[in-house]
């Protein structure tokens, strides 16, 4: 059973241009939840994160929009660049004992931003 | 970069054989997680090591197996490989006390032929 289901699996958007990426889960105990940008060849690298406790969070040009009821959240990239074209993945995890739990994944949404 | 380092950065390995990954962790750091991304998927959770004990196992058997050392570096190993354990292994470092957020290093691809 995913627990974490990510859409669209591939996205192409025009320099300038919004890039969104949609997430729901369905384990309430969720309460991280974190994205994560990935190059080819190269490890997932933390792009932003937020609690449930908020409903945005805001880093640059990426923003993280944060729906508990609906239990879902979505990345927004405004402005794209070329240099954003990679894969990105959601996650969610339970915090307890102070130490991030095991990280469930999404499966991945390749963005590809024309020039 | 995030200080997580990997070894190999590549490896290839015949079908039942054993194999062992290595992955020193970000200073200050004492958890170490083990992830598998299989070709076009999300990593999937292998174990956790938290000050050398392990904290928590996702779906592999028991084939997986792990150490973590007092300087909390990680070892992975892997026996009688399976076509299917072709992958790209991902360790990923946290600190158990205050932090909330998971560096991964580079990872190691694995072939299996």
């Known amino acids: 059973q995913q627990q974490v289901k990510q859409s669209p699996q591939s996205l192409i958007v025009q320099k300038g241009g919004i890039s969104i990426i949609n997430c729901a889960y369905e384990n309430t105990a969720f309460d991280y939840f974190p994205w994560y940008q990935q190059f080819p060849g190269k490890g997932p690298a933390l792009l932003i994160a937020i609690r449930p406790d908020v409903s945005e969070k805001k880093e640059g040009r990426f923003t993280i929009s944060f729906n508990k009821s609906a239990k879902q959240f979505s990345l927004h990239i405004m402005d794209s660049q070329p240099g954003d074209s990679a894969t990105y993945f959601c996650?969610?995890?339970?915090?307890?004992?102070?130490?991030?739990?095991?990280?469930?994944f999404g499966k991945g949404t390749k963005l590809s931003v024309k020039p | 970069e995030t200080g997580v380092t990997q070894s190999p950065t590549h490896l290839i390995k015949t079908r039942g054989q054993q194999v062992t990954l290595r992955c020193s962790s970000q200073s200050g750091h004492n958890t170490v997680s083990w992830y598998q991304q299989a070709l076009g998927q999300g990593p999937q959770f292998i174990f956790q090591?938290?000050?050398?004990?392990?904290?928590g196992r996702g779906n592999f058997p028991p084939r997986f197996s792990g150490l973590q050392f007092p300087n909390y570096s990680s070892e992975l190993n892997v026996n009688a490989l399976e076509l299917d354990d072709s992958a790209l292994y991902l360790c990923?470092?946290?600190?158990?006390?205050?932090?909330?957020?998971?560096?991964f290093g580079p990872g190691t691809r694995l072939t299996v032929t």
């Open positions: 996650a969610a995890s339970r915090i307890y004992g102070g130490s991030q739990g095991n990280l469930i």
């Open positions: 990923a470092s946290s600190s158990g006390t205050s932090g909330r957020e998971q560096y």
């Open positions: 090591y938290y000050r050398e004990e392990e904290n």
